[in-house]
């Protein structure tokens, strides 16, 4: 069975779920149906959250299982957060903006304004 399509292949739109189908008793229920929230992320972003669940959320056993490095984990993170929570790049790019005014009159040291922007910013 193919993976559920969340885009038409033709014009990129997003596509209605209208109809359900069941193979053993060959119904058909048709309507207009909603996804969950988790549909919106790609097959790779589904999996690392799999990946990350099953590891109970633990960084290092994502790193191991997937081979990738702590910063590549904490960044698919952010961009999965960014899908789930409906947050947009303007956001960032606000937060980073301030980052680098308190850095321009001396607020923030060049290391904690780096570590501001990696971390999102949001306490600074």
Same mark, same amino acid.
């Given at each position: 069975?193919?993976?559920?399509?969340?885009?038409?292949?033709?014009?990129?739109?997003?596509?209605?779920?209208?109809?359900?189908?069941?193979?053993?008793?060959?119904?058909?229920?048709?309507?207009?149906?909603?996804?969950?929230?988790?549909?919106?992320?790609?097959?790779?972003?589904?999996?690392f959250?799999k990946?990350?669940?099953? &590891?109970?959320?633990?960084?290092?056993?994502? =790193? !191991?299982?997937?081979?990738?490095?702590?910063?590549? %984990? +904490?960044?698919?993170?952010?961009?999965?957060?960014?899908?789930l929570?409906?947050?947009?790049?303007?956001?960032?790019?606000?937060? &980073?903006?301030?980052?680098?005014?308190?850095? =321009? !009159?001396?607020?923030?040291?060049?290391e904690?304004? %780096? +570590?501001?922007?990696?971390?999102?910013?949001?306490?600074v």
């Amino acid at each position: 069975m193919n993976k559920r399509l969340k885009q038409c292949p033709v014009c990129n739109s997003n596509l209605d779920i209208i109809e359900y189908h069941c193979p053993r008793c060959d119904i058909s229920i048709k309507g207009r149906f909603t996804i969950g929230d988790l549909a919106a992320l790609s097959v790779r972003q589904q999996e690392f959250v799999k990946v990350f669940i099953c &590891s109970g959320g633990n960084i290092k056993e994502v =790193e !191991k299982a997937l081979g990738i490095s702590y910063p590549t %984990v +904490k960044s698919r993170l952010k961009e999965i957060s960014r899908v789930l929570c409906n947050r947009n790049e303007e956001y960032d790019d606000r937060n &980073s903006l301030d980052i680098l005014a308190k850095l =321009e !009159k001396g607020d923030l040291s060049v290391e904690d304004a %780096v +570590k501001a922007i990696k971390e999102g910013g949001n306490d600074v």
